[in-house]
């Protein structure tokens, strides 16, 4: 990652196997910032941020989308199965456009006053604004901040990748909610599926 992504320095890092199972195992430096979360990824009041916290959360994002990896996030053939199955519309499930993406980019994985972004083990190819999308599907329940982050983040969202982004967040949280996950959030989602799908 370029040093534009804030994130702690990687100590060490080792993969081995035991029968049919892969195992990797990395050593980070201690961070001791505060989450803006403590326990969970969903937003549930306006955080304290400034302009240089917003602006470097866009400039990571830059970063992290423009790292070449052969390592992979989100597969299309997720995608092509699921979708069709929880967003209940027809749709062309082909990504419009593939990015390195965090993976995992939600509230408890950012600090704050000052921007660090943690949890990199998922990190990979997704489909292009996948990180911006779901930290906006996380921050749904406080408006406020959710338009804050299409205001600023806007040059990754308001684009037909980002809108396709947008529908496979919808679709991986949609799918936590039939397993009786992030049940709160079921409601905003799909009335934000309902304005992705007018446009």
């Given amino acids: 990652m370029p040093p534009a992504v804030p994130r702690p320095r990687l100590r060490e890092r080792r993969?081995?196997?035991e029968g049919e199972h892969g195992y990797l195992a990395e050593l980070y430096d201690k961070i001791t910032a505060s989450t803006i979360t403590t326990h969970e990824p969903i937003l549930r009041e306006t955080p304290d941020l400034d302009d240089a916290w917003w602006d470097?959360?866009?400039?990571?994002?830059?970063?992290?989308?423009?790292?070449?990896s052969s390592r992979v996030a989100v597969r299309q053939?997720?995608?092509?199965?699921?979708m069709p199955q929880?967003?209940?519309i027809p749709i062309d499930t082909k990504a419009p456009a593939w990015t390195t993406a965090h993976g995992d980019l939600h509230w408890?994985?950012?600090?704050g006053p000052t921007l660090t972004v943690l949890d990199w083990e998922g990190w990979g190819a997704a489909p292009a604004g996948y990180d911006a999308a779901l930290l906006h599907a996380y921050s749904l329940l406080v408006p406020d901040t959710a338009d804050e982050i299409r205001r600023r983040l806007g040059h990754?969202?308001?684009?037909?990748?980002?809108r396709f982004a947008e529908l496979v967040v919808i679709t991986e949280l949609l799918q936590t909610v039939t397993r009786g996950d992030n049940l709160e959030l079921e409601g905003v989602l799909r009335a934000q599926l309902v304005r992705l799908a007018e446009r």
């Fill in 86 to 88: 929880y967003l209940g």
């Fill in 108 to 111: 408890a994985n950012l600090t």
């Fill in 15 to 17: 993969t081995w196997t």
């Fill in 56 to 68: 470097g959360l866009s400039t990571a994002l830059d970063g992290i989308a423009a790292v070449p």
């Fill in 77 to 82: 053939e997720y995608l092509d199965r699921a």
């Fill in 156 to 162: 990754i969202l308001d684009t037909p990748a980002g």
